[in-house]
Each structure stands twice: as structure tokens, then as C-alpha cells.
């Protein structure tokens, strides 16, 4: 079976995801998404961001938390190499890389898809930015959908689904 890794983000019209260890944006309909796309999946994010969701785990889904030191959360995996995700998710026909930065540039060559949230709006002061580029590198915009700015959401979103069939490595 090959295995689809796919990494899910939201990020601005600079590549920006996240400001001060957050986010920078309060968008309900996206955190929806990432909910409904992600349940049922594994789930593998680094400790930074782990901590950002308050260190603990997202409910219905394996969570792998990649970290040089061991984590002893009940719900979380501790893992402390990519190779060892891999392993633990390797039954599973996609796995879901939730960043951050630094997870995103560990797991670059093998990711197949990006579920990216484009947020049409450049965060002033953010400090941490989605490493891969879109478009370039083989990748094909499969789908994009918009939402629109209203009451809840501050911004107008795009969701698009990036897909490339031979992943580098
Ligand atoms: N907009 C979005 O979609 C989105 C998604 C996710 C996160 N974010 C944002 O991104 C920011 C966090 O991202 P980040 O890049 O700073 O941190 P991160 O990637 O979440 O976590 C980095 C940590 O992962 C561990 N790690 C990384 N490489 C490793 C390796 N090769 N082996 C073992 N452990 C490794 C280390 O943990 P230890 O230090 O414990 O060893 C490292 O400090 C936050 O602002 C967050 O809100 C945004």
C-alpha cells in the first residue's frame, strides 16, 4: 500500500502560520476542517506545536509528538526520530503532518499532499512560515474553494488541496 502524507496548514499570502508559539488568526470554519479532515488519522506534529494546543491530544486520532525529549502525556506518543512515525503510522493509507515549520521541512521529501488554508492577508511580525513553495516543484492544485469573510472570520480563505505524484527521496 503506498501511503499518502499529507501536510495540513494554514498560512498567509507570505507563507506565514504562526506568531509568538500561536496562531495568529481565529478562523472557526478552518479549525473545523483540520478537525473533520484529521479524525480518524494519524497525527504527527512537533513538541512546539504541541504545546501551543495546550499539551494535549486531539481527541479520535493517533498522536505523535516528535521531540528530543520524552513526553508523558496520556493520548500522545512520544517519538523521537521521523523514522519512527513512519513505523508507527506505516498501516495507515495517509498520515498527517501538522507542523509546524520545523516538522514541515523534516517531512518535505515525502509529503504527497498539502491541505493548505490560504489566508488572504500578510500578518504583520509573524515569526514562523510554511517551508515548502506553492506552486513549483511538481505540485497540482487539485481543488480550491473560497470562503468568504463574515461576522466570524476576519479574512477571506482559500482552501486548496495540492497533490504531486513522486515526492522527492
Ligand atoms: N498555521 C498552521 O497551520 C500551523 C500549524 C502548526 C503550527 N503552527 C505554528 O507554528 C509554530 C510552531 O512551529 P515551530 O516550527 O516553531 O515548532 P514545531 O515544528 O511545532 O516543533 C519544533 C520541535 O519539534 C522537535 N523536533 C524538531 N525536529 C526534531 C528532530 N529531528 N528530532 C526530534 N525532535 C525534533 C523539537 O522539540 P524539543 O525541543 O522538545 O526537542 C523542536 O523544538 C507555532 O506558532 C504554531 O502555532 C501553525
Redesign the pocket.
Known sequence: MSQRITA????DLSGA???????PWHLPDDLRFFMRYTTGKPVL??????D?IGCKPLKNRLNLV????PIDVDGIEWV???EQALQRSRDEPELIV??????YA?LEPLITDVRM?RIHTRIHEA??FFPISLPGGGWTLMERELHGMDERHAYEFDFEWWSRSTPLG
Open positions: 495540513v496548514v494554514a498560512a502560520i504562526g506568531k509568538r508559539g500561536g496562531l506534529m512537533g513538541r512546539k506545536t504541541f501551543s516528535l521531540s528530543t525529549r523521537s526520530t521521523v501538522a507542523g509546524g515549520a520545523g516538522i523534516l488554508t515569526d514562523t
